[in-house]
């Protein structure tokens, strides 16, 4: 982990973009920048960093991207995670184990966002929910 020279360039471009204050950023942007700049860190994660903050100088966030994986492909931990429900290695799960799997998920769905996605995601005939389509609607609804 680390921040590369590149990642310091976004950083500071993108703390300047969000600052609330001169060299501030404020919490209610905090997710944004860490993002910009190629974390993916949880909600959680977010709120114990913050604690009872207001803002956050570049630095703050340098130390807390300095613990983060940078630049990770959303749709491989994604399909990874599938991968575990796809025994035959067909690329497709049964839609009501799908189901089960995102009332599961570490940040969980609520039921009407799990019915939304179950509504918006393609079901064949079968009953099966191919990786592809799903990851396809993930990216396209983030």
Known sequence: MGL???DKIVLAEACKLHESAPNQVSAAQLAEVVRIVGANPSDE?????AGNKATFSVNDIANFLERQLLHQDPTKLLKDSFAIFDAEGTGMIDASEFRQVLGGLGERFHSHEIEEIMRRTEVDNDGKITYDDFIQFAVENK
């Open 45 to 49: 994660e977010l709120e114990a960093f």
């Open 4 to 6: 590369s020279p590149e």
